[in-house]
């Protein structure tokens, strides 16, 4: 059983920063992309941002340059840095991770169970 964890949302004023984190734990032999999404009310989920195992990173238009993705492998963790933070960023914040469970079994996608973020004066 695989469980991700997130943590790091809030209320925040316009221009300010969070960090948002995702720990997966459980039977885990690898895990390949990790990332973020999001979905404001109304609105269908849209991807934030991803990372790669390697390292690679991929980021909505209307993210770069005021969020930073990264990871931890040794602690099946990946962040979420915000920064510059706009009252258009308000949503719930899910984790994505694919992750590799046994050696026999494909990989499998998985969701933390959102976070709030509320940007807001």
């Known amino acids: 059983q695989v469980q991700l964890v997130e943590s790091g949302g809030g209320l925040v004023q316009p221009g300010g920063s969070l960090r948002l984190s995702c720990a997966a734990s459980?039977?885990?032999?690898?895990?390949?992309?990790m990332g973020w999404y999001r979905q404001a009310p109304g609105k269908v989920r849209e991807l934030v941002a991803t990372?790669?195992?390697?390292?690679?990173?991929n980021y909505a238009d209307s993210v770069k340059g005021r969020f930073t993705i990264s990871r931890d492998n040794a602690k099946n963790t990946v962040y979420l840095q915000m920064n510059s933070l706009k009252p258009e960023d308000t949503a719930v914040y899910y984790c994505?991770?694919?992750?590799?469970?046994?050696?026999?079994?494909?990989?499998?996608?998985?969701w933390g169970q959102g976070t709030q973020v509320t940007v807001s004066s």
């Open positions: 994505h991770c694919q992750i590799t469970t046994t050696w026999l079994s494909p990989t499998k996608d998985y």
């Open positions: 459980g039977r885990i032999i690898s895990i390949n992309r």
């Open positions: 990372i790669t195992s390697s390292g690679s990173t």
